[in-house]
């Protein structure tokens, strides 16, 4: 049974940096699609980043790009997701996601097969 867990998330101000965690349990971690998506009280979960199995390829929200960076170890199972000159806009629970076939590379939420529980990272002013 593959499991999510990811970590990091706290409170900022706003210009200060924060780094994500998400380590993969029961599954074939290498062989992952993974993405991160956020979602603010009262809006939609939006995507924010997703990186490809190899790592080889990675892209971002526009919201994001340029501040944020999504990486990964596979020797770890471990997704990270590294926030620069964070945003009060940027507050949100961010969530971990795996797409279980490593060729896809997509933005959309419905596309990956696993999820974490979530972590909060709040940006004050």
């Known amino acids: 049974q593959v499991q999510l867990v990811e970590s990091g998330g706290g409170l900022v101000q706003a210009g200060g940096s924060l780094r994500l965690s998400c380590a993969a349990s029961?599954?074939?971690?290498?062989?992952?699609?993974m993405g991160w998506f956020r979602q603010a009280p009262g809006k939609a979960r939006e995507f924010v980043a997703v990186?490809?199995?190899?790592?080889?390829?990675?892209f971002y929200a526009d919201s994001v790009k340029g501040r944020f960076t999504i990486s990964r170890d596979n020797a770890k199972n471990t997704v990270y997701l590294q926030m620069n000159n964070l945003k009060p806009e940027d507050t949100a629970v961010y969530y971990c996601?795996?797409?279980?076939?490593?060729?896809?590379?997509?933005?959309?939420?419905?596309?990956?097969?696993?999820w974490g529980q979530g972590t909060q990272v709040t940006v004050s002013s």
């Open positions: 029961g599954g074939i971690f290498s062989r992952y699609t």
């Open positions: 996601a795996g797409d279980r076939n490593y060729l896809s590379i997509s933005t959309m939420s419905s596309r990956y097969d696993y």
């Open positions: 990186i490809s199995w190899s790592g080889g390829t990675t």
